[in-house]
């Protein structure tokens, strides 16, 4: 699979980029990652890639010029005109990371996985010029309702969580399965008692259950007991009704309303 970071700091992914499973992935040719430089696609001595809007307003944003090129360049075809735009491949995606953009998930991330490229336009100052938006970008993306300085750190979440989900990419392949996020949605039966737990099976966790290590004891704090008693269906059940209500207490905007 490939990614392609289009930025004006290039640099910004040089540690990212080195580290954990993206290293990894990496160097096993399971995922090929290039970084270019928005600025290059520019046409003054000043390298400029923003301006000033139309209308006024505070700030710059990103002129489309470039990043239009940058994509073209990359994948080797113009990407069309007022009179004929061209029909992006299904299996690339050309993702514009904004704060008003639709909230990346653990869904988008498994359907993303599925591509074969990913072309990430980071954007920055007050956003792009619209017109990338509604005729280069595939889709516009958000990690959360808050505002950051640009895309490169979006992106680089993006390009991990993607990652991690490519077969290959996780020395334990059921690590992606029984994790935060991966699993289907608790459905209210089983949240207010009319269905047992167990009855569903682990699928349907929404959070990572939590997890204890040696020593069995720290400053008082003991495993609970369940844990290390040898009886798993027992252990099974303890963490499907922790997950439940470390739901319950950090993320209650995922369970069903009652």
């Known amino acids: 699979m490939r990614f392609d970071l289009i930025t004006i700091f290039p640099e910004f992914f040089v540690g990212p980029l080195d580290h954990g499973i993206l290293r990894r992935a990496r160097e096993t040719g399971l995922v090929n990652v290039h970084v270019q430089d928005l600025r290059v696609f520019t046409k003054d001595r000043h390298r400029t890639v923003d301006d000033r809007t139309f209308g006024g307003g505070e700030g710059m944003v990103l002129k489309p010029e470039p990043l239009f090129e940058a994509v073209e360049s990359l994948l080797g075809h113009s990407m069309g005109d007022v009179g004929q735009q061209f029909t992006p491949d299904p299996k690339t995606a ?28 980071c954007g920055r100052y007050e956003g792009v010029d619209e017109r990338v938006t509604d005729h280069l970008a595939t889709e516009e993306i958000s990690i959360g309702d808050f505002v950051i300085s640009g895309g490169e750190l979006p992106a680089t979440l993006i390009l991990d969580a993607v990652t991690r989900l490519i077969p290959g990419a996780l020395s334990n392949e059921a690590s992606s399965q029984n994790e935060s996020f991966s699993a289907n949605p608790l459905p209210s039966s089983v949240l207010d008692g009319r269905v047992p737990q167990q009855a569903l099976g682990s699928k349907h966790v929404l959070l990572d259950f939590p997890h204890y290590t040696r020593p069995a004891e720290f400053r008082g704090w003991r495993v609970p007991d ?24 950090n993320r209650p905007d995922l369970l069903p309303v009652s």
């Open 94 to 121: 050309i993702v514009l990371l904004s704060a008003a953009g639709k909230l990346f998930n653990q869904d988008t991330a498994r359907r993303y996985s599925q591509l074969d490229r990913i072309l990430f336009l």
């Open 226 to 249: 369940v844990l290390i008693g040898g009886n798993h269906a027992e252990v099974a059940k303890w963490r499907r009704a922790a997950a439940i209500e470390k739901a319950r207490r």
